[in-house]
């Protein structure tokens, strides 16, 4: 196949440029189409057809299920390493040392207190509020206590603000979920693990001791490893965006906080589970729930299915599927919900409309189903996925810097009004 692709534009024949990447896609660079065309622009609305970059942290075969961090396969991964070594490799590119990986545990370490004037923004939010947007809002609010911008070439200062970043964020998810109970804010607790530190500061009450149960310890660091990255998802290239501009790190992850929130992304793994909990509440019947998907005229989707990407099975979905069996097995939850899951999985995958369209199990058809096993509540679980997603967003953030690469700022096509005269309210 020729490294080129040729439009006619009015007659002319123009060449641009088709780029090849390392596992054989194939990209063509319009980077010069306005110019050589006389300003013609592409049209691609949510980016389906559009690549925003080229990256070497993950790649992802939509139609194969293929997902591998940095070259590694995500289910290797996720049988042999933990939450923090993955994190450390999509971020600087390696698995590290025993010598780095002590050196990168004992930085964050020395990061995880929050100035105590964080609470008091904390206190401005009412109990019922949603601990995706105490989240945001106190990851924005990060950058007030730590106004100096980060120089992106100087590696120690980077590396100080990954770290502090990768600290901090987790001990925030947590204050938002104590914030919902009304129960006192935890420390981070720098005698354990950083799962288990989540764990303690989202669990541990002052009136009784606390120890995680190794069995959701590592539920939990398996299903974390699942979520780090996903390359350009909505998320991710608002972060990209966002840090386009220059802006801080912390304002960028908060962006990106706010774009995994909606129930499209990573909001539908609590959709989900309302999803499973009303058909549930509704005898069960999956029928119905997968007539309403189909039906045009109904606005319901069926939470949990369906990718940009993978037109196969979602391959985190897989391995998420089997971890739910067995993280209810090992702790002897009986949970009905696992089994509609299951069924509605099922029939939708002997129907038409589903094969047809390509719709799979996603990520977060199941994860929901192993957070309330781990005692995590609904509203809790997006802000798992974030906690999971920190390291892609920091990763992918550092490289766009590193890259130098411009401000993002798309065109557009107009289709409004043209040129009118105003007209002064008493003549309307
Ligand atoms: C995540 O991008 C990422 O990588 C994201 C993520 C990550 O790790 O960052 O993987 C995490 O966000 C996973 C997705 C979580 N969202 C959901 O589970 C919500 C339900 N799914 C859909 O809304 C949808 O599938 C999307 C948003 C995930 C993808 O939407 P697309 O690619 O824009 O596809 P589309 O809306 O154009 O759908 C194509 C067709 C349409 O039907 P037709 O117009 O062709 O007749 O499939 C239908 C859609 O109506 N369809 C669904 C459906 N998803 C797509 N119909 C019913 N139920 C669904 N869930």
């Known amino acids: 196949m020729s490294d080129k692709a040729i439009i006619e534009v009015n007659g002319e024949r123009i060449e641009l440029p088709i780029e090849i990447g390392t596992e054989g896609e194939k990209a063509i660079d319009i980077k010069k189409l306005r110019v050589l065309t006389g300003g013609l622009i592409t049209l691609d609305p949510g980016f389906k057809n559009t690549g925003s970059c080229k990256s070497k942290i993950t790649f992802l075969d939509g139609e194969k299920g293929i997902l591998r961090y940095r070259g590694y396969a995500l289910e290797d991964l996720a049988e042999n390493s933990t939450f923090l070594e993955v994190a450390y490799l999509i971020i600087f590119g390696e698995l590290p040392t025993k010598i780095e990986f002590d050196k990168f545990i004992k930085t964050i370490k020395s990061y995880t207190m929050i100035n105590e004037e964080m609470k008091d923004i904390i206190d401005g939010f009412p109990k019922s509020a949603h601990p995706m947007g105490i989240l945001s809002s106190l990851t924005s609010a990060l950058t007030a206590f730590n106004p100096q911008s980060v120089n992106i070439e100087d590696e120690e200062e980077m590396y100080q603000a990954i770290c502090k970043t990768l600290a901090k964020i987790p001990v925030l998810a947590a204050w938002a979920h104590k914030k919902n109970l009304g129960e006192p804010l935890n420390y981070a607790n720098n005698q354990v693990g950083y799962i288990e530190n989540i764990l303690e500061m989202m669990f541990k009450i002052p009136t009784e001791p606390y120890k995680p149960n ?11 490893i699942l979520h780090e990255d996903h390359e350009q998802n909505c998320s991710t290239s608002t972060v990209r965006l966002v840090g386009s501009s220059h802006a801080g790190m912390f304002a960028s ?8 929130w909606g129930p499209l992304h990573g909001g539908a793994n609590q959709a989900v589970i309302e999803m499973l909990e009303d058909i549930a509440k509704d005898g069960g019947d999956v029928e119905k729930y997968i007539n309403k998907a189909k039906d045009k005229n109904d606005s319901f989707r069926l939470m949990g299915f369906g990718h940009r990407v993978y037109k196969n099975f979602d391959p ?13 097995a090992d702790l002897g939850i009986e949970d009905p919900i696992l089994e509609i899951a299951k069924k509605l999985e099922k029939v939708a995958l002997q129907d038409e409309y589903f094969v047809k369209r390509k719709l799979y199990p996603n990520v977060d058809f199941y994860s929901g189903i192993i957070y309330r096993a781990l005692g995590i509540p609904t509203e809790m679980f997006t802000v798992m996925f974030a906690i999971g997603r920190l390291p892609g967003w920091i990763a992918q953030w550092r490289e766009m810097r590193l890259n130098n690469e411009p401000i993002g700022r798309p065109r557009q096509l107009y289709v409004g009004e043209k040129l009118r005269k105003f007209v002064p309210i008493n003549k309307r």
Do not use: M, T
């Open 253 to 260: 992850i908060s962006a990106g906080v706010s774009a995994l």
């Open 214 to 224: 190794p069995i959701v310890v590592n539920a939990l660091d398996q299903l974390l």
């Open 316 to 328: 985190r979905a897989r391995i998420i599927k089997k971890s739910a069996d067995e993280v209810l």
